[in-house]
């Protein structure tokens, strides 16, 4: 099982800072140790043992066979999702979330597809019969798929889990979630409504060493179950 920081290094990546006391969520206030300077000061005992439960889950649903969506809208998180989601060998998305990704599944994964398609038609040179000005078009349409729908071309099914960062910028993927039944694991800070998450992980979703500290563990417990898949 991936190792947990100790208290120190938390305090030291800022995971303990929330937002100010008059921002403050009230179905946040039981993960929350106190204030100072009107700041709310984010339990980090609560923060471990919250880790903890969501890791432990992530490995037992990876080893059964799961899919983890690696998810972000957010500016600073997005980078990270990319880079642990590949690490780890799961889907992501890190720039845009489409409307119905979840919801309307069927019509939406054909865009990674055919990403995948266009793809492979120029790595065998199949578009040579085109002229440049089709090869052209085709070049820029990749470029936009791959803006969009890149860290989704291993993504064949609905996914079993979501993982978001941040529950005020990536809203849409967590209501789509609940109506799919999907279970989501988020960062909630204190200023977020963890209603509808199954695995809270109270913690500064705004620092980028916070958000490095959870993403990547989470990508170790997925790392952890696919080696327990492939015993």
Known sequence: MPKLPDLLAMLQAGMHFGHLTSKRHPKMQPFIFGQ?????????????????????????????????????????????????????????????WIGGTLTNFGS???LPKKLKDLEGKFERGEMSKYTKKEQLAFTNEIKKLKEVVEGMKTLEKLPDVLFICDLKKDRTALAEAQKKHIPVIAISDTNSNPAGVDYIIPANDDAVRSLDIIIKLLSEAVAEGVAKRNA
Request: proline share 3%; net charge positive; glycine share 4%.
């Open 36 to 96: 100072r300077s009107n700041i709310n000061i984010i339990d980090l005992e609560q923060t471990t043992v919250q880790l903890q439960k969501a890791l432990d889950f992530v490995a037992a649903k990876v080893a059964s066979g799961g899919t983890i969506l690696f998810a972000s809208t957010k500016l600073q998180a997005s980078p990270l999702i990319e880079k642990y989601a590949k690490e780890c060998g799961m889907p992501y998305i890190a720039n845009r």
């Open 108 to 110: 939406i994964i054909r």
